[in-house]
């Protein structure tokens, strides 16, 4: 698979995928000057959103299952941002369109993470269902945005893309309630099969929908809704 545009960008995917090593699509070459990097194509390539629609428990164990590879075998992390930088989201300028208890609370428990130490580990850091590929043997990583930090918010994008839900997979116009007990269901298989303390996945979830709304109001000058659905739904249960 050939990819182009920006070579900071492209650098840092290569980087990502090297670090993250047989759990992610292997580069076969990255040409920093032109911005040009080829991974291998994972076949037959259909993504994990039709086994979620059908088992959405079975497909949450397969993501974090991926997530475990990809943290247990890990190459030379190098090139890769720490994952405090994703904090500086919440310096932008208040919207209407996201609420300011959510962006508050999520800035609270951003900053309750970051204080507390743990291993930094090389992170995807965009694990949801599309992103994840059938190999022919198992399933495989694509894609990485490239962090090292905390591998707790490995499951962030999971939780904040509630792919598989529906054909087109979006969150909103759903039952709050019925949202919430999807998040904590996830969130809970999710911590079970990676080790991980199940508070710390959560809030990391909750945090991860929001900065994914923050980044949607810089880029794109729009908030997306589904990731919004998914942190209320996360704060109404106790974060």
């Known amino acids: ?40 194509r994972l076949l037959p390539g259909d993504d994990i959103r039709p086994l979620a629609r059908a088992d959405d428990d079975e497909a949450t164990r397969v993501v974090a299952t991926v997530a475990v590879r990809l943290r247990d075998q890990q190459g030379p992390v190098a090139d890769l941002p ?41 992170l995807h850091g965009d694990l949801h269902h599309m992103n994840v590929l059938r190999d022919g043997v198992g399933w495989r990583a694509i894609d990485p945005h490239g962090w090292v930090g905390d591998p707790a918010f490995e499951a962030a994008a999971l939780l904040a893309n509630p792919r598989g839900l529906t054909e087109g997979g979006d969150a909103r116009g759903m039952d709050g309630r019925g949202l919430a007990r999807l998040s904590q269901r996830r969130a809970e298989i999710y911590a079970e099969t990676a080790g991980l303390e199940l508070e710390r996945v959560r809030a990391w979830g909750l945090v ?32």
């Open 208 to 239: 991860g929908c929001v900065i994914a709304e923050l980044w949607m109001l810089e880029s794109h000058d729009l908030v997306h809704g589904a990731p919004t659905a998914v942190a209320e739904a996360l704060l109404a249960e106790g974060l």
């Open 1 to 40: 698979m050939l990819k182009a545009g920006d070579s900071a960008a492209r650098a840092r995917e290569a980087a990502a995928l090297r670090a993250l090593m047989s759990g992610a699509a292997g580069v076969r070459e990255f040409d920093a000057r032109l911005g040009l990097l080829v991974t291998e």
């Open 82 to 122: 720490p994952l405090t930088d994703i904090g500086a989201a919440f310096d932008g300028p208040r919207d209407a369109r996201l609420s300011d208890p959510l962006r508050d609370r999520a800035r609270a428990l951003y900053a309750e993470l970051v204080e507390t130490p743990v291993e930094a580990v090389a």
